[in-house]
């Protein structure tokens, strides 16, 4: 199995380059992309995505994208003065030898639509099917991918893996995913045709436990799989899954979802199929953590979840997929504070990066992980806000600090008049909660000239 140790993206839509580097890190560091709507969090995912297919697979996912996907301030090269986006990603299996996958997306004038190449190192460039076996065979990339449209919807039923089925959800929204209760089905079934059948009931157990961790229920709850589906008893009450609220509901598919990718991508067989595969369940430790590795994409992972969840839900993938490298998107600060717990300082198993839009172009930054930062704060700082208030509040303190900022013996009592109105107006607010450094030294203005009025 491989893990990404660079991405690196060249005119790709909003992009004149953008770059995430954990070379230096840990062989599956996982990824949290912070930014505003609309900045271009989504179109990174999805070029890692496509980066991470065949030719062919990243060529139809791109026919799915609405607009140029060239950044129209490209420049032109070779001989016929194209326009190309590329997307270069680094990686490294499990022997710790690298790899590299190139995919140049080009203008094609005479058709009016952009085409897809790939390119391999020299050492890596082979022919056909053993190209696509090392990259996406039985023992090579692990991909699946899931994007920010409505997760609660799961009927599909895939027969195999195949990596642009697997991802996706990330570019046609309304792709649902894989069926849960046929997803622990099959587990079961894996297990029962490897003739282990008295382990049944201690992987119902496992996967029972597995999703109790992530969707952080008490330790009375329970999750059965039952003859007419699945159910979650908590309290002394037993509800469907589809009964559920749509943070759970979407966590547990999404989850079941994961492992059968990975059981139909471990029991790959280009040969045999059906009754003559040699099926082998995916191994699970006493913790109920599945021996599954590869790569995760999720776009918005905050998607339903409450505060308390989005805090722990990036800890709580990790603990339950230790050998996952999770690519994921957030609006949440939560999320990105949740961050800090995965890993002591400098062993970090996870990197944070931030989008910030300067003139036409959007740009990657690496960021700190926010250890002992305040959501607000990470609003701020992570997230462009200026401030978290409500917005006439923020407009009262932009006009009092401007009033503020002409000296004292300059102002007009008109404007002396005013001073005092919106003080009143914010009685409310408490100066002490500066959220910036701006603010703070604004707070102390504010707080003399209170003091000198009494």
Same mark, same amino acid.
């Given at each position: 199995m491989m893990y990404i140790t660079k991405v690196r993206l060249e005119d790709v839509r909003c992009f004149e380059e953008a770059v995430i580097d954990l070379s230096e890190h840990e062989p599956g560091t996982s990824v949290l992309i912070a930014g505003n709507n609309g900045i271009g969090k989504s179109a990174i995912l999805r070029a890692i995505a496509m980066g991470?297919?065949?030719?062919?697979?990243?060529?139809?996912?791109?026919?799915?994208?609405?607009? /140029? $996907?060239?950044?129209?301030? @490209?420049?032109? *090269?070779?001989? =016929?003065?194209?326009?190309?986006?590329?997307?270069?990603?680094?990686?490294?299996?499990?022997?710790?030898?690298p790899w590299k996958i190139k995919t140049t997306v080009t203008e094609w004038k005479e058709f009016i639509i952009e085409r897809v190449e790939q390119e391999y190192p020299p050492r890596r460039r082979t022919e056909g099917?053993?190209?696509?076996?090392?990259?996406?065979?039985?023992?090579?990339?692990?991909?699946?991918?899931?994007?920010?449209?409505?997760?609660?919807?799961?009927?599909?039923?895939?027969? /195999? $893996?195949?990596?642009?089925? @697997?991802?996706? *959800?990330?570019? =046609?929204?309304?792709?649902?995913?894989?069926?849960?209760?046929?997803?622990?089905?099959r587990q079961i079934a894996a297990v029962q045709k490897a003739g282990r059948s008295r382990s049944v009931p201690s992987v119902n157990r496992k996967i029972s436990n597995l999703l109790k961790h992530v969707l952080n229920l008490d330790d009375e709850a329970e999750i059965r799989?039952?003859?007419?589906?699945?159910?979650?008893?908590?309290?002394?009450?037993?509800?469907?899954?589809?009964?559920?609220?749509?943070?759970?509901?979407?966590?547990?598919?999404?989850?079941?979802?994961?492992l059968v990718w990975y059981l139909l991508k471990m029991n790959y067989d280009e040969e045999a199929k059906g009754e003559e595969r040699n099926w082998q369940p995916i191994p699970m430790d006493r913790d109920g953590r599945p021996d599954v590795r590869g790569i995760v994409i999720i776009d918005e992972i905050e998607q339903h979840l409450h505060p308390k969840l989005q805090r722990q839900i990036l800890r709580r993938f990790r603990d339950k997929f230790p050998k996952v490298q999770f690519i994921v998107t957030t609006h949440s600060p939560l999320c990105v504070s949740g961050t800090a717990d995965l890993g002591e300082k400098g062993k970090e198993r996870c990197r944070v990066f931030s989008l910030g839009r300067e003139n036409d172009n959007v740009t990657v930054y690496?960021?700190?992980?926010?250890?002992?930062?305040?959501?607000?704060?990470?609003?701020?700082?992570?997230?462009?806000?200026?401030?978290t208030l409500n917005l006439s509040t923020e407009e009262k303190l932009a006009e009092l600090e401007r009033l503020m900022s002409i000296p004292e013996k300059k102002r007009s009592t008109t404007e002396k008049g005013k001073i005092t109105q919106l003080l009143k107006e914010i009685e409310g607010y408490d100066f002490s909660l500066a959220e910036s450094l701006h603010d703070r030294k604004f707070q102390k203005q504010a707080i003399e000239f209170l003091r000198s009025q009494d």
């Open positions: 991470l297919c065949d030719r062919d697979s990243a060529a139809s996912l791109l026919r799915e994208l609405e607009g /140029d $996907y060239i950044r129209k301030q @490209a420049k032109k *090269s070779g001989e =016929k003065g194209e326009k190309r986006a590329t997307i270069e990603i680094d990686l490294v299996d499990e022997k710790h030898e099917f053993e190209t696509f076996y090392h990259f996406w065979g039985k023992e090579g990339l692990f991909v699946t991918a899931y994007g920010a449209g409505l997760r609660t919807e799961a009927n599909a039923k895939f027969v /195999d $893996y195949f990596a642009p089925d @697997a991802v996706y *959800s990330l570019f =046609k929204y309304d792709a649902p995913l894989q069926d849960p209760e046929t997803a622990w089905r799989l039952e003859p007419n589906g699945i159910f979650i008893k908590e309290k002394n009450e037993l509800i469907t899954l589809d009964a559920m609220g749509d943070g759970h509901k979407s966590l547990v598919k999404l989850t079941l979802d994961i690496p960021r700190e992980i926010p250890r002992g930062l305040r959501a607000d704060q990470i609003l701020l700082d992570y997230f462009e806000l200026k401030t």
